[in-house]
T-cell receptor, first 114, second 116 residues
């Protein structure tokens, strides 16, 4: 049962434009959502998170939006840069329920075209 | 500052051979520890996590086992590897029991296992 889904396996965006990565979830107990970035042969690195009580969180070029009623979140990267080319994973946890696990989606490979 | 070390970085093993991947964390105490696997074309699958010494939770029935002999040491093992055990194995740690905030996991550099 895939509780966190990233339905787009890949995305190509022109440098300087906006990249939008999407994620859907099914478990209504999730209370925190995170985005990770992963380069080949490296471990994922944390980008940004959002609590389920918020609908937006911004950090520099990265903004995460949460639509709790639709069980959907998205990561916006503006402007997109060549160094943003990587695999992006959405993750979720039910921390307020005492759950210390992170459940990850299958990832979206973002390619920034110079 | 905290650092996480994972080794070996690359491993090629024959089917039926044993496996031991080791992970240690420095600069923190009593962390949560995790083992994830990224198989080809798939996402990050949680294999095991531990909230303390000797406390291991298994997420997926499989050919692997985990142990936490010391507070900051997490070991992934197998007695007999299968072809399907090939993948990229990632160790991670997080701070335990924050009252608020997301459970941010910090990952190691990963271990690439190829079973032939």
């Amino acid at each position: 049962d895939q509780q966190v889904k990233q339905n787009s396996p890949s995305l190509s965006v022109q440098e300087g434009r906006i990249s939008i990565l999407n994620c859907d979830y099914t478990n209504s107990m999730f209370d925190y959502f995170l985005w990770y970035k992963k380069y080949p042969a490296e471990g994922p690195t944390f980008l940004i998170s959002i609590s389920s009580i918020k609908d937006k969180n911004e950090d520099g070029r990265f903004t995460v939006f949460l639509n709790k009623s639709a069980k959907h979140l998205s990561l916006h990267i503006v402007p997109s840069q060549p160094g943003d080319s990587a695999v992006y994973f959405c993750a979720a946890s039910a921390r307020n329920f005492g759950n210390e696990k992170l459940t990850f989606g299958t990832g979206t490979r973002l390619t920034i075209i110079p | 500052s905290q650092t996480i070390h994972q080794w070996p970085a690359t491993l090629v093993q024959p089917v039926g051979s044993p496996l031991s991947l080791e992970c240690t964390v420095e600069g923190t105490s009593n962390p949560n520890l995790y083992w994830y696997r990224q198989a080809a074309g798939r996402g990050l699958q949680l294999l095991f996590y531990s909230v303390g010494i000797g406390q291991i939770s298994s997420e997926v029935p499989q050919n692997l086992s985990a142990s936490r002999p010391q507070d900051r040491q997490f070991i992934l093992s197998s007695k007999k590897l299968l072809l399907s055990d090939s993948g990229f194995y990632l160790c991670a740690w997080s701070v335990k029991g924050l009252l608020r905030g997301a459970n941010v996991l910090t990952f190691g550099a990963g271990s690439r296992l190829t079973v032939l």
